[in-house]
């Protein structure tokens, strides 16, 4: 399975960006980054993903490197609804067909505070 | 309306009970999945279908099945229990089984063994 590394948690202020990192040098050609975080006592909720461009959407951004071995979600400002557990995940297709699927690490805890 | 629901939402049971967890999605999709996540928040794929076929089977005991009777339902059957499955299942969705496709998550079975 490809891995991914991250801190084990962060921490920020309200109303702050927050940068989240990971590393993922192992990444094939194929593999998607996606992310994920989970909220206490709740199921994983997508955040965003993507393969080799920057992406934005509502709720954050993703900034791949240019080798593709690192990227970064940015929360513009981070609320206290913000604080879960995030999860950088390669989506790996598994053998030559179209399946795939999402290996989730130890992701990173993030708090906020006041 | 809930996107992907389970049911029961809590399951008490005793060591070599056999029991079953429901899994709906209303969203239209065609690939179905269950994930397991134990004690220390290790979430695990174990399972996926597309279109009711078997596409995902990671290494799971056979006491373990999983059964799609349909693209909007994917129930699992545990067959006897023990205390190592104690753990909070999810079940998840997605159209398409590509890397580029979000997953929906339900929001979990929590399963007790005694």
């Known amino acids: 399975d490809a891995k991914t590394t991250q801190p084990n948690s962060m921490e920020s202020n309200e109303e702050e960006p927050v940068h989240l990192p990971c590393n993922h040098s192992?990444?094939?050609?194929?593999?998607?980054i996606h992310w994920y975080r989970q909220l206490p006592s709740q199921g994983p909720e997508y955040v965003i993903h993507g393969l080799t461009s920057n992406v934005n959407n509502r709720m954050a951004s993703l900034a791949i490197a240019e080798d593709r071995k690192s990227s970064t979600l940015i929360l513009h400002r981070a609320t206290l609804r913000d604080a879960a557990v995030y999860y950088c995940?390669?989506?790996?297709?598994?053998?030559?067909?179209?399946?795939?699927?999402?290996?989730f690490g130890t992701g990173t805890r993030l708090q906020v505070t006041l | 309306d809930t996107a992907v629901s389970q049911t029961p939402k809590y399951l008490v049971t005793q060591m070599g009970n056999d029991k079953s967890i429901k899994c709906e999605q209303n969203l239209g999709h065609d690939t179905m999945y269950w994930y397991k996540q134990d004690s220390k928040k290790f979430l695990k794929i174990m399972f996926s279908?597309?279109?009711?076929?078997?596409?995902i089977n990671e290494t799971v005991p056979n006491r373990f099945s999983p059964k799609s009777p349909d693209k909007a339902h994917l129930n699992l059957h545990i067959n006897s229990l023990e205390l190592g499955d104690s753990a909070v299942y999810f079940c998840a969705s997605s159209l398409g089984q590509g890397g580029y496709n979000e997953q929906f998550f339900g929001p979990g079975t929590r399963l007790t063994v005694l």
């Open positions: 995940i390669l989506r790996e297709r598994i053998n030559t067909g179209t399946a795939s699927k999402l290996t």
């Open positions: 279908y597309n279109n009711k076929e078997l596409i």
């Open positions: 192992t990444i094939s050609g194929t593999d998607y």
